[in-house]
C-alpha cells in the first residue's frame, strides 16, 4: 500500500511539474484566437471588394465571429466545468481549424460568414477554460497574475495579424494565408490532445494547503449544488453585472480599432499604403502585451482589483477623446502613442475575471468568467456594425478598387461612441464595490 501511495504521490508531482507546459498549449490556442479576432483589419479592403461589401456588411461579417461567441458563453461555461479544459481544448481548437479554413475557401459572403461563425465557436470558451485550468493547477492568489500572463502571451496573435498577415498576404493572398492558419490550429489541437490532463484524471495524494496545490474545489462545485439553483442566484449578483458593463464597454473599442477599422482609417484618411498602415496599428498590440500582465501583477500585489482597473480605463478614454476630438490630422507621432494608450488601457478588464471568481462560490469559474465575458462580445457585436453604419452615413460616394473610402469626419464621429463606451466602463469600475482580493 505503501509504494502504491508513493508511486501515485510520484505520478502527480510529474503532471504537476507539466502544468505549465498544458497551461501554454492552452495560452496558444487563445493566441490562434486573438489572430482571427483581428485579422479582418489587414484584409477589411480585400474582403470588401471580393464581396462586394458596405460598411455594415464589413462589419457584420467581422461582428458574426461574435455572434456564437456570445450564444456560447453561459452554455461554454457550464461545459467547461463540465467537461474539463482536455476535452474542451480538442472541441474549440477542432473548430477554428474548421473555420479558418471555411473562410480561406469561401465563394461567397454567406460562406465566408459561415466560417466566421465557425471561427466565434471555437474561439468562444477558449479564455474560460484557461481560467478553469488555472483555478484547478495553481493558487488563488496567483490567478490575476497569470490571467494577465495569458493575455500577454496570446496577444502575440494581435500582432501575427498585422504586418506578418499583410506580408502573407501579400505572398500567399488573404485565402491562402487562412489556409495556413487552419493547418497550424490542427497540429497545435493533436498536441493538445496529447499532453493536457485534467485535475481530476492524476490521482490527487491530497497535499496541505498553503503548497499551493491543494485538492482542488473546482471539480466539485456542481457536485455540491444544483446548476439550476445556482444560476439564479448568479444572475441576481450586482457585481457581475458591474463587471459585465465593463466589458462591455472595453474591449469592443479595442477591436474596432485595432482589428476591424484601424489600418482602413490610415489607408483612407493618410493614404497609406497597407503594409505602412499595419505599423501604426502594432503599438496598440505593444501596449496590450505591456498592460496585461502589469495590470495582473500589480493588482496581485495591491490586493486590490478596481484601482488599477480605474487608471486603466482613465488611460483608454483619454486616448479615445485624442482620436475623436482632435483638430485636423494627428501628427504620426501622436498616433503612435495613442495607438499605444488605447492597447495599454484596455487590459484593465482582464481584473474583471478575478472579481468575479471571488463574488461567486467555489467550482463556478467556468459558469461565472463565463457571464462577465458576455459583455466583451456584447460590446464587440455592437461596436463593429455600429461603427460601419457611422461610416456608411458620412460616406461622400468615393469607391477606389471596389473599397469604399471614408472620410477623417465619418472616422472621428466612430471614435466619439467608442470613447462613449469606454466612458461606461469607467462609471461602472468606479460604482464597483472593493473586495481586497479576497472570495
Known sequence: ??????????????????RWIMWLLLVSLHLITNFHRVSFNVVADLLTAEFNLTGVGLGNLAAAYTYTYLVMQIPGGVLVDRLGPRRISILTGTALAAGSVLLGIAPSAPIAFMGRLLLGFGGSVILINIFKFQASWFRPNEFATL????LFLSSLGNLLASTPLSIS?????WRGSFLLAGMVTVLVVVICAIIIRDRDEVQNPGLKNGSGHAPNSETVGFMSTSLLKMLPKLFINGRLWILFLINTGIYGGFIVFSGTWGVSYLVHVYGFGLEKASYFI?????GYMIGAPMVGFVSDRMRSRKKPAVVSFTLYCLAWAVLAAWPGLLPLALLYVVSFVIGLGTPGNVLTFSMAREASPPGYTGLVTAMVNMGVFVGMAILQPLFGFVLDLGWEGLVIDGARIYTLEAYRFGFLICLLFGLMALVAALLYRETKARE
Open 1 to 18: 500500500m505503501t509504494d502504491l501511495k508513493e508511486a501515485e504521490n510520484k505520478s502527480f508531482h510529474n503532471v504537476l511539474r507539466q
Open 147 to 150: 490571467a494577465g500572463l495569458a
Open 169 to 173: 498576404v501579400g505572398l500567399i493572398g
Open 282 to 286: 502594432i503599438p496598440a498590440f505593444v
